[in-house]
Each structure stands twice: as C-alpha cells, then as structure tokens.
C-alpha cells in the first residue's frame, strides 16, 4: 500500500510540476521518482530477510538512488550547457 501511495504521490507531483519545467528536467525527476520507489521497495523487502544480509540489502538501495542522482545530474548538467 505504502509503495502505491508513493507511487501516486510522485505521478501526481510530476504531472504538476511538468506544467513548467522542461522536458529535459521532467525526465530528471521522473528517473529520480523511479528509483526512489525501487529503493523503497528494496527497503521493505529488507525487513523479512535474515539480519546477516540487511546491509546487503540497504546498501543496494542506496546505490539505485545513488545511481538515479547521477543520471539525473547529467542530464540537468547536459540541459544547461543547451541553454547557455
């Protein structure tokens, strides 16, 4: 329920902020949106694995939002040199 809710939360946030942002950006926050909801639901399958392989499991979260910040840096980085 938690992950469709935050699902919902974020369609509805990009939808509203696509109104002024570029397509460029849009795409940012939706990779960004995407992976949050990955890591989170990585999150809570780390609840009902054994405590030896929890860390594991949270440092994989934490490379899918690393990962997603990157991308989406790259391509906000990428919109503004097309602007400059």
Same mark, same amino acid.
């Given at each position: ?26 795409? =940012? %926050?939706? &990779?960004?949106?995407? *992976? @949050?909801?990955? $890591?989170? #639901? !990585?999150?809570?399958?780390?609840? /009902? +694995?054994?405590e030896e ?7 994989? =979260? %934490?490379? &899918?939002?690393?990962? *997603? @910040?990157?991308? $989406?840096? #790259? !391509?906000?980085?990428?919109?503004? /040199? +097309?602007?400059?």
């Open positions: 329920m938690r992950y469709t809710a935050a699902m919902a939360i974020a369609l509805g946030l990009s939808a509203l902020a696509a109104c002024q942002e570029s397509p460029q950006e849009q795409r =940012a %926050e939706q &990779i960004e949106a995407v *992976a @949050e909801e990955q $890591a989170e #639901a !990585i999150e809570e399958k780390a609840e /009902k +694995v054994p392989s929890q860390n594991e499991v949270l440092r994989n =979260a %934490e490379v &899918i939002r690393n990962d *997603a @910040e990157r991308r $989406a840096k #790259a !391509i906000r980085d990428a919109e503004g /040199k +097309v602007a400059e």
